[in-house]
């Protein structure tokens, strides 16, 4: 097989980034947008030794679940993968990813759950972060650093793309210049927004402090009639791909916002982490609550805790809440939060969960654990073992990670007992899933 061959093949799969998968001359041909069941046209783009990239020249036999995607940035954007599908097989896609990886990567045979779906599937994201660049303001082309120019994104909330057309004739109109990456020279590199209870917090990401009619932007984006926690000038001057630097400066309003999940009410710090599915974080932490059955005497371990949301979901019906985190805005606002949310008995310590988890004096009853994608650090897992714990609940945003992580812990003398996938990112190939670990020996 080389490049620039052409197969009609079968889709017999689907990866766990919503590519379709088939086989031409024996070997493994990935192709994004083709979905499971199709008979297709496919161009082969590159070649592997096992495997090949093909792209999509045409639909011989569609699936039934195909549908239109109603996003005309679906095929170039790199944000979703399943704009072309139904959302029940989305969710079927998801589904067997999640088990999937428990069974094979994990070596796993605990009880997977039906994956629980998400009522909208569109706007439904309060956190937008578009990059600004040569080529305009928009997002990732796939697996690249290519920008797609546009204003609206299917998937978030959408005051979203107000704001981006707002600062995008601010800089047209004033000749603001956009971050050029490569010459690491201009000014705008992000507009970075989230969304609590309905109001907006604006980050202008910028290379340097000093931007000249700012005010001008400030008055256009009051004009707009949408409400504002606050607008914030964030500065980063390295050249990085890490999206906010080290310096914020308030023009307008606060630096923080607030959001609710049920009962409870949370400062968030425009630097603190805040689930992006504000709708579908309640069924999330639903789950992780009746995971854990607190019975009003435990201590609990809420480890990458952020702003302490899972904890204080949870907490009144705990005795003790001990919370570790990495980012030091979110300790703050979990302390805060924590009195917000009438916790009597807590701490909450600033840190990595690894470093610190070994040194907390009171005995957990249940540990939670939230890691990022990569999962928890070998270090934290073997201290989580040595605390000989009952009950650990953990909450993944990467089924890999959480599968390698429950291989550890079952050599260990805990079993996964049952998984719930909750689907947090419609349309895109994310989802979270919620394990429930117990100390069997
Ligand atoms: N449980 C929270 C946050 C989950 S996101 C919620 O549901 O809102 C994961 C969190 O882990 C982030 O806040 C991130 O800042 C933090 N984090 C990342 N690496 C960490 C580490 N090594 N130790 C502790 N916290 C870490």
Not at 108 to 128: T, V, W
Not at 277 to 306: I, P
Not at 367 to 381: A, M, N, T, V, W
Not at 396 to 421: F, H, M, V, W
Request: hydrophobic share 40%.
């Amino acid at each position: 097989m080389k490049k620039n061959d052409i197969f009609e093949i079968e889709i017999t799969g689907v990866t766990d980034e919503g590519d379709g998968v088939g086989r031409a001359e024996n070997i493994a041909v990935f192709v994004p947008f083709a979905l499971q069941g199709e008979r297709v046209e496919v161009l082969i783009i590159k070649t592997y030794k096992t495997y090949a990239i093909g792209k999509l020249q045409r639909v011989i036999s569609p699936s039934p679940d195909r549908i239109k995607s109603d996003c005309e940035h679906f095929y170039k954007c790199g944000g979703c993968s399943f704009q072309n599908v139904n959302y029940d097989t989305e969710l079927s896609f998801k589904e067997k990813a999640v088990t999937d990886a428990v069974r094979r990567i994990g070596k796993c045979d605990c009880e997977i759950l039906p994956i629980l779906g998400a009522k909208n599937q569109s706007c439904y994201r309060n956190k937008a972060q578009f990059p600004v660049g040569t080529e305009g303001i928009g997002l990732y082309a796939r697996k690249s650093h290519r920008i797609i120019d546009m204003n609206f994104c299917s998937i978030q909330d959408e005051k979203t793309a107000i704001i981006i057309k707002i600062v995008r004739k601010w800089m047209a109109d004033f000749g603001v210049p956009a971050y050029d990456e490569l010459a690491d020279t201009g000014l705008i590199r992000h507009i970075y927004t989230r969304v609590g209870n309905n109001k907006m917090l604006l980050c202008i990401v910028s290379r340097k402090a000093e931007i000249p009619h700012i005010d001008e932007l400030i008055s256009a984006l009051l004009d707009t009639g949408i409400e504002f926690w606050g607008i914030i000038l964030n500065v980063n001057e390295k050249q990085t791909n890490v999206v906010l630097g080290k310096k914020s400066l308030v023009l307008y309003g606060k630096d923080y916002m607030f959001g609710k999940i049920g009962d409870c009410e949370f400062k968030v710090s425009h630097l603190s982490f805040w689930q992006v599915n504000s709708a579908q974080t309640k069924v999330l932490y639903d789950v992780v609550k009746d995971f854990a059955s607190l019975e009003g005497n435990e201590v609990v371990w809420d480890l990458y805790c952020g702003i302490g949301t899972i904890g204080q979901y949870m907490g009144k019906n705990a005795k003790k809440l001990i919370g570790i985190e990495i980012v030091p805005e979110a300790i703050d606002d979990a302390k805060e939060n924590a009195k917000r949310n009438g916790i009597s008995d807590f701490e909450y310590y600033c840190g990595t969960a690894e470093s610190l988890a070994s040194s907390i004096k009171d005995r957990p009853d249940l540990i939670i654990l939230d890691p990022p994608r990569k999962g928890c650090d070998r270090e934290l897992i073997d201290t989580v073992i040595k605390t000989g714990v009952k009950k650990i609940v953990y909450v993944s945003c990467k089924a890999s990670t959480l599968a390698r992580d429950l291989e550890i812990l079952e050599k260990n003398g805990y079993k996964a007992t049952r998984i719930q996938p909750v689907d947090l990112f419609p349309r895109t190939n994310h989802c979270e899933a919620v394990a429930e670990i117990l100390r069997v020996k």
